[in-house]
Nanobody, 113 residues
Framework: QVQLAESGGGLVQAGGSLRLSCAASGSIFIRGSMGWYRQAPGKQRELVATITRGGSTSYGDSVKGRFTISRDNAKNTVYLQMNSLKPEDTAVYYC???????WGQGTQVTVSS
C-alpha cells in the first residue's frame, strides 16, 4: 500500500502563490500518473492536474495557465506550483496515484480576497 503525504497548504491572499508537495512513502516504483484533485465545501472533487512518469501533463480548465505540476521520479514526489491564486481556488487539495487508487489525506488551501 502506497502512502501519500501532502504538504505546503495554507492561507494566502488573492494573487499570491503556494507550492504543494506530495511524497509517496516506501521504496516503490510509481509506474503511472500522479496528480492533484481538489474539493471545495459543498462541491464535488475535481481534477486539478496530472502528470505521467514521462512528464506529460494535463490540467483542469479552471487552473490552466496558473498552475504547474511537476514530478521527481527519483523521490516519488509530485509538486503543484500555484500562481495567481483566486478565492475560488479555496479547497482541500488531494494527491493521488490513480492507477492504484491511492489518495493522500489532503491539505487545505485558503485564498482570501
Amino acid at each position: 500500500q502506497v502512502q501519500l503525504a501532502e504538504s505546503g497548504g495554507g492561507l494566502v491572499q488573492a494573487g499570491g502563490s503556494l507550492r504543494l508537495s506530495c511524497a509517496a512513502s516506501g521504496s516503490i516504483f510509481i509506474r503511472g500518473s500522479m496528480g492533484w484533485y481538489r474539493q471545495a465545501p459543498g462541491k464535488q472533487r475535481e481534477l486539478v492536474a496530472t502528470i505521467t512518469r514521462g512528464g506529460s501533463t494535463s490540467y483542469g480548465d479552471s487552473v490552466k495557465g496558473r498552475f504547474t505540476i511537476s514530478r521527481d521520479n527519483a523521490k516519488n514526489t509530485v509538486y503543484l506550483q500555484m500562481n495567481s491564486l483566486k478565492p475560488e481556488d479555496t479547497a482541500v487539495y488531494y494527491c493521488t496515484v490513480p492507477l492504484i487508487d491511492s489518495w493522500g489525506q489532503g491539505t487545505q488551501v485558503t485564498v482570501s480576497s
